[in-house]
């Protein structure tokens, strides 16, 4: 399959920044066939850079949605509505929604079911703390991460991307190694019961996406901050092996 180069926006970009920097990727990558680029804007933006990538090869994914189809929820967005506005993917377990607004594993293994059965295919993200690392304890806390989120789906994983996203390495501007990003994708590849694409996030940027891309185990990125300008993210996605 095609790499694929993921723009997370988090909460970056109304609607007339988000339409300029549509409009310049567009120019400068819209017609790069060997890879999939996903943008994954605020959902107030997600009308206007539906439409704009309408018949485009760029697909657009939502930041996180409920685990209800609709309902007394409010603040909060149904997967169905991210479906209507042209989103093909919704991030779900990003560390900032685990670690910021306490979500956990339950409620993440819910909104995957949702996706799953509304047709959206889930960007499913785990990684540790900086102190997990430290304590020797990465693979014990993916290993709950991986076994809780999947937990009833495990055979539906091939239906999925996976993120492996070190907390410790977004925003931070310390990146993986390439080695420290292998090991951990080989180790979750080991948990899966089918083959399922991983992507690696985490203070990509265009000095490291060459040297990251490399690695034939990690399959694509999930890029924050450097998807916020066109020449970054243009880089990122024309990475050289
Ligand atoms: P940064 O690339 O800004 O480190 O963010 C990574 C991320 O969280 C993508 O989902």
């Not at 339409?19 to 567009?26: P, Y």
């Not at 080989?186 to 891309?213: A, C, Q």
Request: glycine share 10%.
């Amino acid at each position: 399959m095609e790499p694929i180069i993921a723009g997370n926006w988090k909460m970056h970009s109304d609607p007339s920044e988000s339409r300029k920097l549509v409009q310049e990727l567009l120019e400068a990558v819209g017609d790069v066939k060997e890879r999939i680029v996903i943008l994954i804007p605020p959902f107030t933006s997600l009308p206007c850079v539906g439409e704009l990538i309408r018949n485009t090869r760029f697909k657009m994914g939502g930041q996180n949605m409920h685990w209800e189809r609709q309902g007394a929820f409010t603040g909060e967005t149904s997967g169905l509505f991210l479906k209507a506005v042209g989103c093909e993917y919704v991030i779900l377990g990003h560390s900032e929604r685990r670690h910021v607004m306490g979500e956990c594993d339950d409620v993440i293994n819910k909104k995957i079911r949702t996706a799953l059965e509304i047709g959206l295919i889930p960007i499913f993200c785990v990684g540790e703390t900086d102190g997990e690392r430290a304590s020797g304890e990465t693979r014990r806390v993916i290993e709950r991460q991986i076994k809780e989120g999947l937990k009833g789906i495990e055979s539906e994983v091939h239906k999925m991307i996976l993120a492996y996203e070190p907390v410790w390495a977004i925003g931070t501007g310390k990146t993986a190694t390439p080695e420290q990003a292998v090991e951990v994708h080989e180790f979750i590849r080991s948990m899966l019961k089918k083959p399922s694409t991983i992507l690696y996030g985490g203070s990509v940027k265009p000095d490291n996406i060459d040297v990251l891309m490399k690695e034939k185990e990690i399959e694509g990125v999930l890029v924050g901050g450097a998807s916020l300008k066109a020449e970054s993210f243009t880089r990122i996605v024309r990475f050289k092996r």
